[in-house]
Structures are given as structure tokens and as C-alpha cells.
């Protein structure tokens, strides 16, 4: 090889050298049949490399990877709240969840995994409050448990008062249990007309209830 | 904001993992390295820019991490469990089976490179990362870097050349 070393033809080829390098090591190239090998291997070992790397991207990632970044996340959001008294923002934002992946990772997969997972533990809690307020006694606890989701909600009724509209409304304590990290909200659901329970309101200890929902 | 880099982590995983495999070449050390970069990551999320590449910066953190790792533990006991790396791309006959051996002939190869080389290697000709991404992830000057990635290449030529 004649005047450019193995080293600056490296990086040359990816694009690593000034201008005026570069004329010059292109100049040389014309007249340097073995540095122009070298040029070609450089592609040939970067596609090999890529790939063999490649083939790592294939392997299932771990679930507790995901489940850090959910949960770290969730952490954050906790913290905010706490600061700053926000409004709930929205029943299962901190959930944390186990769900099972096969053999190939896609995001979508583990994003829709996780959503799913999500909407069945709000059904988890819907029942636990349709159930508690229907028959539970102000102080009696009632749980319902969903092993697959790994979750268990229980609902304890507190208070029970007609409304300034006449709907029957209940106070309850919920305890969100998920993968083991508890939950405590205190919420507030109202008899409809059809006979089911609507909750109306929920909020976390230390934030600021809103308003009673005198629109009912 | 935050809902968005969620996301945009979730979908780092998979190339965190491999870079984390490229440094420790244990299954089992880099989920556990994944693992802290996550946590560390998330937790120092404030001093990240936005608008600069979050991946750099989760590199940068794993690097460091692995770096600490290696330096708290004086002796590294057991044997590395290097993992065996399967391809989707190969297919039945002569020709897969000379694929086959090619690729397990340059995964042998990286795997035997030092670390510091399989990391620019992997940064830079899989990853296109620039040099001096590579030289702020890694801690290294822009001269190291140039030749850590020329020497792995150097020594991925034999291997490549002689299966053709």
C-alpha cells in the first residue's frame, strides 16, 4: 500500500477525514490497486459485522427491562403529583405490568400488551366497586383478586349520603395492589339511573379534591 | 413530553441490550448492566437535552456503568456464559451452510475482540455513530476511537476474506 495507512482509510470510509484528505487519499486510490481492496473489504466486513450484531436485536428482551421503564416512569408521574396536587391523571397510571412476550420484541407488541393489562385491571376495579357498593356495609372490605394480572383491588365503603339531586352516593377507599406496589385513593360514586355505580371522582391522598359533582 | 421518551426507551431496548451485550458478553451481565442504565437513565432524566440523542446518552450511561463495574470488582470470577448468536437469514443448502459458518466465524471473531474495540465497532459500522458521538459515549479521545475501529476491522479482514 502506498501512502495512506490502513488506519486513515478507515476512516475515510466512514467519512471521518477532512476535505482536503480526502482529494488526496481519492487521488491516491486511483493508483493504489491494494488500497482499493482494502476499501472494498471495509464493506464487506461492516455488512459481516452488521450481520452477526444484527442477530442480537432477534433475542427476546427481558420483561423487567420494559417493566423498569414503566415503573420508572410511573415513579416520576407519582412524584408530580405529589408536588403539585394534580388531578388524578387517570386510574392506571401507575400500573406496572408483567406480560408475556413471545419470542420476537416488537414495541407495538409490549405497548399493546401493556394497555390491554391496563384496561383489565380498571375492569378488575369497576367490579370491586359495583360489588362493594352494592352489598358491602360502610367499613366491610371487599377484594376482588385477578391472578393473570397479578393485581387485587379492594374497595371499603366509608360514607353513604343522598346527594343534593337525590342520587344515592357512596365514599370508598380503594387499595390498588400491582405486582406487589400499593396504591391508596379515596374515591366517590354515585347510584344512575340504571342501577350501576358511577364513579364520579377519585383522588390520591395529599391532592386537592375537586369540586363534588353537583351536576348529578 | 415525558409519555414520548417512554416510548422512545421502550424502543431502545432491544439495541441498549446489545450494547450492553458488547461490552460484558454475558447474557446475564447485560440485562443486569441494562437494567442500571434504565434505572439510572430514567432517575437523571432532568440533566438529559432535549433534542440531543437519548441513545447516546443511555450509551453514555452504560458505558460508565460498565466502566465502575469492572473497576469494583477486582476479581471477576466464573466463566463468561457468551451468548450463541442465531441468524433469521439462513436457509437450507450449501450456500446457508457456508453463511452459517461465515457468521459464526465473525460473531468468534467480535467476540474475541477487546471490549473497547467491539464497542466502536458496533457503534460505529452498525450504528453509524460519528467518531466523536463514540468518543463522548466512551470517554476516548477521537484518535482512540479511529483506531479502535480500525484495528477491529483489521482484524474482522481474515476472517471475512478467508470464508468467501
Known amino acids: ?216 | 413530553m415525558e409519555p414520548q421518551i417512554e416510548r422512545e426507551l421502550i424502543a431502545l431496548l432491544p439495541r441498549l441490550r446489545r450494547f450492553a451485550l458488547a461490552l460484558t458478553r454475558s447474557a446475564a451481565a447485560a440485562d443486569d448492566l441494562a437494567q442500571a442504565t434504565v434505572e439510572r437513565g430514567i432517575a437523571n432524566l432532568d440533566k438529559w437535552q432535549p433534542g440531543t440523542r437519548l441513545d447516546s446518552w443511555m450509551y453514555r450511561i452504560a458505558h460508565n456503568l460498565h466502566r465502575n463495574e469492572l473497576r469494583n470488582t477486582s476479581v471477576r470470577g466464573g466463566k463468561l456464559d457468551i451468548i450463541q448468536r442465531e441468524s433469521d437469514e439462513l436457509h437450507d443448502g450449501e450456500r446457508a451452510a457456508v453463511a452459517r459458518l461465515e457468521f459464526k466465524a465473525v460473531s468468534a471473531a467480535i467476540a474475541a475482540l477487546p471490549a473497547d474495540q467491539r464497542e466502536a465497532l458496533l457503534l460505529v459500522a452498525v450504528e453509524g455513530h460519528s467518531y466523536k458521538e463514540v468518543a463522548e459515549i466512551t470517554g476516548a479521545t477521537v484518535a482512540a476511537v479511529t483506531s479502535r475501529i480500525s484495528r477491529a476491522r483489521e482484524a474482522l479482514r481474515g476472517v471475512v476474506e478467508r470464508s468467501e
Open chain 1, 1 to 216: 500500500m502506498g501512502n495512506v495507512t490502513y488506519e486513515r482509510l478507515s476512516a475515510y470510509h466512514d467519512g471521518e477525514v477532512d476535505g482536503e484528505e480526502a482529494a488526496r487519499i481519492r487521488r491516491d486510490l486511483m493508483s493504489d490497486d491494494e488500497a482499493r481492496a482494502i476499501l472494498a473489504a471495509f464493506e464487506q466486513i461492516d455488512g459481516s459485522a452488521r450481520t452477526a450484531f444484527d442477530a442480537d436485536l432477534d433475542q427476546p428482551v427481558p420483561l423487567h427491562l420494559a417493566r423498569a421503564v414503566r415503573s420508572g416512569f410511573a415513579a416520576r408521574r407519582r412524584a408530580a403529583i405529589g408536588r403539585v396536587a394534580l388531578r388524578w391523571v387517570g386510574p392506571m397510571a401507575a400500573a406496572v405490568a408483567i406480560v408475556v412476550v413471545g419470542n420476537h420484541w416488537t414495541t407495538q407488541r409490549v405497548e399493546s400488551a401493556l394497555a390491554e393489562r391496563e384496561l383489565k385491571i380498571a375492569a378488575l376495579a369497576d367490579q370491586a366497586v359495583q360489588n362493594a357498593l352494592e352489598h358491602a356495609l360502610s367499613g366491610a372490605r371487599v377484594s376482588v383478586a385477578d391472578d393473570a394480572a397479578a393485581s387485587v383491588v379492594s374497595i371499603t365503603p366509608t360514607r353513604t349520603y343522598k346527594s343534593e339531586s337525590q342520587h344515592w352516593c357512596r365514599e370508598f377507599t380503594e387499595e390498588l395492589v400491582i405486582d406487589g406496589e400499593r396504591v391508596t385513593r379515596f374515591g366517590l360514586a354515585c347510584r344512575e339511573a340504571n342501577g350501576g355505580w358511577r364513579r364520579v371522582q377519585t383522588r390520591t391522598p395529599g391532592s386537592t379534591p375537586p369540586a363534588v359533582g353537583t351536576s348529578l
